[in-house]
């Protein structure tokens, strides 16, 4: 009883092993009008959901904001580069992939697409698609591993509310990239 009160309170939907392919995307991305992303680069999955993402690039009113490494913080560079088992240059391409490719998604009228660096370690990415949070944690190997645990969480909830209080924290602590674009 007590653990059903608590899966409750914490919101949580789903508890699998697997973010790319055992969730629901299609039904997430649905009717979604907003999209945080708290990644390192995302590309397995960004690659997975270009259909969903160009669709909700195109909608008037919506909005991503994308929140990627600081590719100028060497620190960040250099502990993430490690995690990976990958070169720093390694890890800046993948993160400027990523960033170019949100930035391709921008079309007149569409969403507003907004790209941040924050410099600092990741422990875990998530999606935010409205009031529904995808998080998914790293592994500290440093070899790629299939599967990962991950959480999904809703509003209201615990975990839901961690997610939005770590968003604010994050946007404090990160800057704009592509500045003078916008």
């Not at 995307?25 to 649905?30: K, N, V």
């Not at 195109?58 to 904001?65: A, V």
Request: include cysteine.
């Amino acid at each position: 009883m007590k653990l059903a009160n608590d899966i409750n309170d914490a919101g949580l939907l789903r508890i699998g092993s697997s973010y790319l392919n055992e969730l629901e995307w299609e039904e997430l991305f649905s009717e979604i009008r907003e999209l945080d992303i708290f990644v390192a680069y995302a590309q397995t999955w960004r690659n997975l959901h270009a259909r969903h993402l160009h669709n909700l690039a195109s909608r008037p009113g919506s909005r991503i904001r994308v929140f990627l490494p600081d590719p100028d913080d060497q620190s960040t560079i250099i502990t993430l580069a490690d995690r990976f088992a990958v070169s720093t240059e390694e890890l800046r391409r993948r993160i400027t992939a990523t960033h170019d490719d949100f930035k391709d998604l921008r079309i007149a009228g569409g969403a507003d697409i907004e790209i941040r660096y924050r410099p600092g370690d990741r422990l875990y990415s998530f999606y935010r698609l409205d009031n529904v949070a995808v998080v998914g944690f790293y592994s500290h190997s440093r070899n790629r591993i299939p599967s990962i645990p991950v959480l999904v969480c809703r509003a209201p909830g615990s975990i839901f509310q961690f997610i939005t209080d770590e968003l604010v924290n994050i946007e404090q602590q990160s800057r704009r990239a592509d500045v003078s674009e916008r």
